[in-house]
């Protein structure tokens, strides 16, 4: 059976397209609201945001693939991205990393038992000039330390 939007979020969809000229200028958007809705973007749901925005299917899939931040695999509540790039990893994103590691039990890749966080390294979350950072859904955290780690988190729970 092809997936479906909820109602609700068909509205949100609807209203986003309308914001932009032309239909296909909505995809990322409708791609943060496809992976929110279903968990990750599977082929079935690549098809279906490319019959709303009236595009190819391998123009999702291209997107889908290429942003860090959308995955085709299902993801634990809270995706947790690190950044492993120059500037983060000069200010210590390795032993950051190391730190959720240890804190969450599960390695970059993973997703914790009771699917609340997936932990990931990428490769450059695009601000270098609060690192080292990482991403949490679809939020920003910079300057990161132990310490903040452990409030974010525990804020989560």
Not at 34 to 54: H, M, N, P
Not at 112 to 136: N, W
């Amino acid at each position: 059976m092809s997936p479906e939007f909820s109602e609700k979020t068909k509205k949100k969809i609807e209203e986003i397209v309308a914001r932009y000229p032309q239909k296909e200028a909505a995809i990322l958007p409708v791609l943060h609201i496809t992976q929110q809705e279903f968990g990750s973007i599977s082929a079935e749901e690549e098809k279906l945001v490319a019959r709303i925005l009236g595009i190819k299917p391998i123009k999702v899939r291209e997107l889908v693939t290429f942003y860090t931040m959308l995955s085709r695999e299902s993801l634990g509540k809270y995706h947790i991205q690190v950044c492993s790039n120059l500037s983060c990893s000069l200010l210590g994103a390795g032993n950051f990393v190391d730190y959720l590691v240890e804190k969450l039990g599960i390695e970059p890749g993973e997703t914790t038992p009771d699917k609340k966080f997936t932990l990931s390294t990428v490769e450059c979350l695009g601000a270098c000039e609060r690192a080292p950072c990482m991403l949490i859904n679809f939020n920003y955290y910079g300057e990161m330390d132990p310490k903040k780690v452990d409030e974010i988190l525990d804020g989560l729970k």
